[in-house]
């Protein structure tokens, strides 16, 4: 496989926090790569380094060392201009709490990277986006007045918007029942197989693990362990293996 057909590569990517005796290595010369077009899950126990991984692959942290390449760009070259244009043109990110803006409806909320991006969205788009996942009768509703599930989807259509090369999500499910996280998955899923985009998955839930098409598993900040087609009983009992140690 060629370096343009990975969306993301992470090359002995290296992250430590603190300084002195306190020093934590997240990431210790992790290398990892996502294909284009393709759904992978990241997991590994608690402190293993997963979200590390995601902000250094979104370019929301800088590693102290390694490289990570979008697209075949190595992010370490840009200055934080340009950082900040590629994260704008090119990523999306989803999180737990779906960070949404209280005040704005979902439309509002759905447009809001455009406006950002010096666009002016045309109604149609924002319908359109808000249509493909589901919430088109919700339009102006504020996230206050959506449940779970619907609030997740009105953060992942704001986080498609802008046709982001690579979506990111840190646990988009963890803090939704089981009904609202299975439409979220089933979303991501479609996202993949019918906009060829390519998602990227932190969770620590076997079941939402399974419907990625591989499954990188973590410890210490390296990868130690992966899964193609994984099942939720296969993913468990690799978790239960890395646990054990
Ligand atoms: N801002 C920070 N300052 C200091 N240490 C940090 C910081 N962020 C993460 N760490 C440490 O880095 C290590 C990896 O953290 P990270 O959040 O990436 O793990 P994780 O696998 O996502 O964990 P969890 O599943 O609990 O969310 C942990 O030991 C954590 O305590």
């Avoid at 077009?37 to 102290?64: H, N």
């Avoid at 339009?139 to 206050?144: E, I, L, M, V």
């Avoid at 999500?169 to 979220?184: F, N, Q, Y």
């Amino acid at each position: 496989m060629t370096a343009m057909e990975l969306a993301v590569e992470l090359r002995s990517v290296r992250k430590t926090y603190g300084s002195g005796e306190g020093t934590v290595t997240a990431l210790a010369g992790l290398s990892a790569a996502f294909p284009a077009g393709s759904f992978t899950a990241v997991m590994g126990p608690s402190g293993s380094g997963k979200s590390t991984l995601l902000q250094c692959a979104a370019g929301l942290d800088r590693p102290d060392s390694g490289q990570v390449l979008l697209g075949g760009t190595d992010l370490g070259t840009l200055d934080e201009h340009r950082l900040t244009l590629l994260r704008r043109d090119r990523i999306g990110f989803v999180f737990q709490s779906f960070n949404l803006v209280s005040a704005l409806t979902a439309a509002q909320n759905v447009r809001l990277p455009l406006l950002l991006a010096g666009r002016r969205p045309s109604e149609e788009e924002v319908g359109r986006a808000l249509s493909a996942v589901g919430l088109a009768e919700r339009a102006t509703h504020r996230p206050g007045e959506l449940s779970g599930g619907q609030r997740q989807r009105v953060a992942i259509a704001r986080a498609l918007i802008t046709r982001p090369d690579v979506l990111f999500a840190d646990e988009p499910t963890g803090a939704l029942d089981t009904r609202s996280g299975k439409d979220v998955l089933e979303l991501l899923r479609d996202v993949v197989d019918r906009h060829g985009s390519t998602v990227v998955m932190v969770t620590h839930d076997p079941v939402a693990a399974s419907y990625a098409d591989a499954v990188v598993f973590l410890t210490d900040g390296q990868v130690m362990d992966r899964l193609t087609g994984p099942t939720a009983d296969q993913v468990a009992a690799r978790m239960t293996k890395l646990e054990r140690g």
